[in-house]
C-alpha cells in the first residue's frame, strides 16, 4: 500500500501562482510515475502533469507553459507550481501514484484550487 498526502491549493486570482505537493509513504518501489489529475463540477478527471521515477515529465495541454512539476525522489515527493492561472484551471486537484510494474494506482483526497476571474 503508498499513502500519499497532499498540501496546498486554495484561492487565488486570476494570472496569480499557486503549488501543491504530494508526498507518498509506503511500499514504494520504482519504476513509478506520480503526478496530478484533477476533476472540476461536470467534466471527467484529467491529468495535470506527470514525472516517472527517471525524471522524465509530461503535461496535459492545457497547462503546457504555465505549470511545472517536479520531484524530490528522496521524499517521495512531487510539486507541481502552477503559474499564470486561469479560471478554467479551478478544480478539485488529485495526486497520483502509480507502479509501472502491475499498473497499481493509488489516489489522494484531493485538494481545491479555486482561481477568481
Known amino acids: 500500500q503508498v499513502q500519499l498526502v497532499e498540501s496546498g491549493g486554495g484561492l487565488v486570482q486570476a494570472g496569480g501562482s499557486l503549488s501543491v505537493s504530494c508526498t507518498a509513504s509506503?511500499?514504494?518501489?520504482?519504476?513509478?510515475?506520480m503526478g496530478w489529475y484533477r476533476q472540476a463540477p461536470g467534466k471527467q478527471r484529467e491529468l495535470v502533469a506527470a514525472?516517472?521515477?527517471?525524471?522524465?515529465?509530461s503535461y496535459g495541454d492545457s497547462v503546457k507553459g504555465r505549470f511545472t512539476i517536479s520531484k524530490d525522489n528522496a521524499q517521495n515527493t512531487v510539486y507541481l507550481q502552477m503559474n499564470s492561472l486561469k479560471f478554467e484551471d479551478t478544480a478539485v486537484y488529485y495526486c497520483?501514484?502509480?507502479?509501472?510494474?502491475?499498473?497499481?494506482?493509488?489516489w489522494g483526497q484531493g485538494t481545491q484550487v479555486t482561481v477568481s476571474s
Open positions: 514525472i516517472w521515477s527517471s525524471g522524465s515529465a
Open positions: 509506503g511500499n514504494i518501489f520504482r519504476p513509478n510515475v
Open positions: 497520483n501514484f502509480r507502479h509501472i510494474v502491475g499498473d497499481v494506482n493509488y
